[in-house]
Nanobody, 122 residues
Framework: VQLQASGGGLVQAGGSLSVSCAAS????????VSWFRQAPGEERKFVAG????????YFGDSVKGRSTISRDSAKNTVNLQMNSLKPEDTAVYYC????????????????WGQGTQVTVSS
């Protein structure tokens, strides 16, 4: 499967932004999908994920309570909506997918998108 991340940009603190991960070349429902982010000089960290069926979602502490994640099977996309954005949310956001794993360990995901930059200004 190929993943294409999009939707990043510049937003003011307190604003909202949605990033999207589009999948092609595979059966979308076979893959659990998660978002990770990486700020300069830091390791890649789990943000949010959604299971193969879309019935279960999980959020990292950094975005819990102010983000939602959903998947659109008709469009083969997974969307991450982030609200009440903070400057510390600034990072490159990556989507990742795997057929056998759903969790917070980035090393376990076999497929990755190219990343999209999210910048939150104070």
């Amino acid at each position: 499967v190929q993943l294409q991340a999009s939707g990043g940009g510049l937003v003011q603190a307190g604003g909202s932004l949605s990033v999207s991960c589009a999948a092609s070349g595979g059966t979308f429902s076979d893959y659990a999908v998660s978002w990770f982010r990486q700020a300069p000089g830091e390791e890649r960290k789990f943000v949010a994920g959604i299971t193969w069926s879309g019935t279960t979602t999980y959020f990292g502490d950094s975005v819990k309570g102010r983000s939602t994640i959903s998947r659109d099977s008709a469009k083969n996309t997974v969307n991450l909506q982030m609200n009440s954005l903070k400057p510390e949310d600034t990072a490159v956001y990556y989507c990742a997918a795997d057929t056998d794993y759903f969790g917070i360990d980035s090393r376990a995901y076999a497929y990755w998108g190219q990343g999209t930059q999210v910048t939150v200004s104070s």
